[in-house]
T-cell receptor
């Protein structure tokens, strides 16, 4: 069946460090891929998405490229800020199961 | 434009009782999704409603049920509550349930505590 696997956290970085959160998926067909973010005390919100292979989603300095050959959708940011501290969820949408979320990766950025 | 709203914010019940959680989607959205976010377990898909019909459900027992009303709002019912049902229940809505590219918009959640 369809599944999403993302790296376990927590990830602790210093401000201005480079961030990578790995996400790989298993799916039949051509799913859409998403990154959602959950800031402390808030609900989930869409960070970025990509709907076909080689698409790059970007928002707020974050980027992720839909790699069909490696079934991956890794999240990257060149220089993190304290305000980026949150839990990040990778997700896929497919015709049968709709949305499947990864278990989330907690990011903590230290000043 | 109002976002997805959920009520109540917190709900405390005892084992064996029933809980009812409510969700109002963004205006114009016809699909509503329910998720359970238990501590340390990420989001688990519960139910998906679109145009008043249940379209899909996750691997949860039948005591988890719900419905969608003609105005597209939805309620989730959990019968015979168990301690492990304690979690944050998130509702999300999207414009339709048919497009794989739809973005889901999440509400703030209802924190259910079962004692």
């Amino acid at each position: 069946g369809n599944s999403v696997t993302q790296m376990e956290g927590p990830v602790t970085l210093s401000e201005e460090a480079f961030l990578t959160i790995n996400c790989t998926y298993t799916a039949t067909g051509y799913p859409s891929l998403f990154w959602y973010v959950q800031y402390p005390g808030e609900g989930l919100q869409l960070l970025l998405k990509a709907t076909k292979a080689d698409d790059k989603g970007s928002n707020k300095g974050f980027e992720a490229t839909y790699r069909k050959e490696t079934t991956s959708f890794h999240l990257e940011k060149g220089s993190v800020q304290v305000s980026d501290s949150a839990v990040y969820f990778c997700a896929l949408a497919s015709g049968t199961y709709k949305y499947i979320f990864g278990t989330g990766t907690r990011l903590k950025v230290l000043a | 434009e109002a976002g997805v709203t959920q009520s109540p914010t917190h709900l405390i019940k005892t084992r064996g009782q029933q809980a009812t959680l409510r969700c109002s989607p963004i205006s114009g959205h016809t699909s509503v999704y329910w998720y359970q976010q238990a501590l340390g377990l990420g989001l688990q898909f519960l139910l998906w409603y679109d145009e008043g019909e249940e379209r899909n459900r996750g691997n949860f027992p039948p005591r988890f049920s719900g419905r969608q009303f003609p105005n597209y709002s939805s309620e989730l019912n959990v019968n015979a509550l168990e301690l492990e049902d304690s979690a944050l229940y998130l509702c999300a809505s999207s414009e339709s349930g048919l497009a794989l590219t739809d973005t889901q918009y999440f509400g703030p959640g209802t924190r259910l505590t079962v004692l």
